[in-house]
């Protein structure tokens, strides 16, 4: 639960380089991360822009590890190209808590790749309560699996997501179970790669996604209606 800053420094040899807990936003800036078992971890919604410029080298888990959370500013928070990937470990939702006025905004970065372990989802806007509303801006990311596990569920665009602030173009998303699952939601979603999913775009029947210059390549099921 504190939020010091840390720059231009080498984390080297270490079980972690810098852990945070859930109240904690470090700002980790320019540092070297060389031969620790894990480099960072940090919770989802304590990055903002707080990791740019590291180098991550020769770490027995080289990416930052991203834990399970609620993005729930009711504003945007930005997770900045960094030198290694996100690897999230846990379902991460993003929505505003309970202010009709306000949206929580996940954007990322062109470049950006996220990894998903096995059973975690990116959740955004909610289901059935519409002051629990959030968005999703992703310009140029690669959304996977992490290495070595099996499909990941897919981001999962809900009735109370903010469709005309959601948004994924130029991305790749791959291997999860559904690339995008659509749930009374009209994101746009175009440009993009949808492959070796089990269905690159779902969508419910109160959903009208708007589905433009992709290609799907071999998905179970490109588009399911």
Same mark, same amino acid.
């Given at each position: 639960? !504190?939020?010091?800053?840390?720059?231009?420094?080498?984390?080297?040899?270490?079980?972690? %380089?810098?852990? !945070?807990?859930?109240?904690?936003?470090? &700002?980790?800036?320019?540092?070297?991360?060389?031969?620790?078992?894990?480099?960072? !971890?940090?919770?989802?919604?304590?990055?903002?822009?707080?990791?740019?410029?590291?180098?991550?080298?020769?770490?027995? &888990?080289? #990416?930052?590890?991203?834990?399970?959370?609620?993005? /729930?500013?009711?504003?945007?928070?930005?997770?900045?190209?960094? /030198?290694? @990937? #996100?690897?999230?470990? *846990?379902?991460?939702?993003?929505?505003?808590?309970?202010?009709?006025?306000?949206? $929580?905004?996940? &954007?990322?970065?062109?470049?950006?790749?996220?990894?998903? %372990?096995? *059973? $975690?989802?990116?959740? +955004?806007?909610?289901?059935?309560?519409?002051?629990?509303?959030?968005?999703?801006? =992703?310009?140029?990311?690669?959304?996977?699996?992490?290495? %070595?596990?099996?499909?990941? @569920? *897919? +981001?999962?665009?809900?009735?109370? =997501?903010?469709?005309?602030?959601?948004?994924?173009?130029?991305?790749?998303?791959?291997?999860?179970?559904?690339?995008?699952?659509?749930? $009374?939601?009209?994101?746009?979603?175009?440009?993009?790669?949808?492959?070796?999913?089990?269905?690159?775009?779902?969508?419910?029947? /109160?959903?009208?996604?708007?589905?433009?210059?992709?290609?799907?390549?071999?998905?179970?099921? *490109?588009?399911?209606?």
């Amino acid at each position: 639960s !504190s939020n010091p800053t840390l720059t231009n420094n080498i984390f080297r040899y270490n079980t972690d %380089g810098v852990d !945070s807990d859930a109240g904690a936003i470090p &700002k980790i800036l320019n540092n070297t991360f060389l031969e620790n078992v894990r480099p960072i !971890s940090v919770h989802a919604q304590r990055i903002d822009s707080t990791l740019y410029g590291n180098s991550y080298i020769d770490n027995d &888990k080289n #990416y930052i590890e991203v834990q399970g959370d609620l993005i /729930g500013e009711g504003r945007t928070i930005v997770w900045a190209m960094d /030198g290694a @990937p #996100y690897m999230v470990n *846990g379902d991460i939702y993003v929505r505003r808590t309970n202010n009709i006025n306000h949206i $929580s905004i996940l &954007k990322i970065e062109p470049g950006t790749e996220v990894w998903f %372990g096995s *059973g $975690s989802d990116l959740f +955004i806007g909610h289901e059935s309560n519409g002051s629990y509303r959030g968005a999703l801006q =992703a310009e140029g990311v690669t959304f996977t699996r992490s290495q %070595g596990n099996e499909t990941w @569920p *897919g +981001i999962d665009i809900r009735n109370y =997501a903010v469709d005309d602030y959601t948004y994924l173009n130029n991305c790749i998303i791959e291997y999860a179970e559904w690339g995008v699952y659509c749930e $009374s939601s009209n994101p746009t979603l175009t440009n993009n790669i949808f492959r070796y999913n089990n269905d690159g775009v779902e969508a419910n029947s /109160g959903s009208e996604p708007i589905i433009s210059n992709n290609n799907f390549l071999e998905n179970n099921g *490109g588009i399911v209606l």
